[in-house]
T-cell receptor, first 112, second 114 residues
Framework: GESVGLHLPTLSVQEGDNSIINCAYS??????FIWYKQESGKGPQFIID?????DKRQGQRVTVLLNKTVKHLSLQIAATQPGDSAVYFC???????????FGAGTQVVVTP | ETGVTQSPTHLIKTRGQQVTLRCSSQ?????VSWYQQALGQGPQFIFQ???????GRGNFPPRFSGLQFPNYSSELNVNALELDDSALYLC?????????????FGPGTRLLVL
């Protein structure tokens, strides 16, 4: 079936380096994509979103890239900090009422 | 903080029992969505309520039911609890029920079924 998946379950990054988290989606009808960050014991926290009519969007220290040709989404975190250690989820919506479909997540571990 | 609150934070039940979880949406938001998150997995959509009506439902059995109140707070009820219902239950509120409306999550309720 249609799904959102992540390439790597765990990403180890040195403090100060840039992080790149990848996500593949298979539903060509997906129109809206969101990245969430989830710290241990907390609910998912919205990071950044992008609509299918865009290919790049920037926030504070984060950039999301969307490649509709290969159905690929990535989240770039600049100058990764210890507080960035968390599980990152990409999610997509295709339904008119905004049901989120999540992947399994990527654990980002920031090392000193 | 998102302004979305959930209660209780933790709950232990035994198989066959019933449970009610509660969610208060962010001020001004009229839509609440519920998700189940098993350990080590992404959240799975249960259902969404928009202006007190169920607006969509995921692949969950009828023993999962919900309500939304005039103040847009919401309840998730699960009857005849099974061991596999052990999970983190998340609610998310949004300004509307449409695609592209950002959903803001609460901290979740951790349910353990023994």
């Amino acid at each position: 079936g249609e799904s959102v998946g992540l390439h790597l379950p765990t990403l180890s990054v040195q403090e100060g380096d840039n992080s790149i988290i990848n996500c593949a989606y298979s539903n060509s009808a997906s129109d809206y994509f969101i990245w969430y960050k989830q710290e241990s014991g907390k609910g998912p926290q919205f990071i950044i979103d992008i609509r299918s009519n865009m290919d790049k969007r920037q926030g504070q220290r984060v950039t999301v890239l969307l490649n509709k040709t290969v159905k690929h989404l990535s989240l770039q975190i600049a100058a990764t900090q210890p507080g960035d250690s968390a599980v990152y989820f990409c999610a997509e919506t295709t339904d008119s009422w905004g049901k989120l479909q999540f992947g399994a997540g990527t654990q980002v571990v920031v090392t000193p | 903080e998102t302004g979305v609150t959930q209660s209780p934070t933790h709950l232990i039940k035994t198989r066959g029992q019933q449970v009610t979880l509660r969610c208060s949406s962010q001020s001004g938001h009229n839509t609440v969505s519920w998700y189940q998150q098993a350990l080590g997995q992404g959240p799975q959509f249960i259902f969404q309520y928009y202006r007190e009506e169920e607006n969509g439902r995921g692949n969950f059995p009828p023993r999962f039911s919900g309500l939304q109140f005039p103040n847009y707070s919401s309840e998730l009820n699960v009857n005849a609890l099974e061991l596999d219902d052990s999970a983190l239950y998340l609610c998310a509120s949004s300004l509307g029920g449409g695609q592209g409306e950002t959903q803001y999550f609460g901290p979740g309720t951790r349910l353990l079924v023994l």
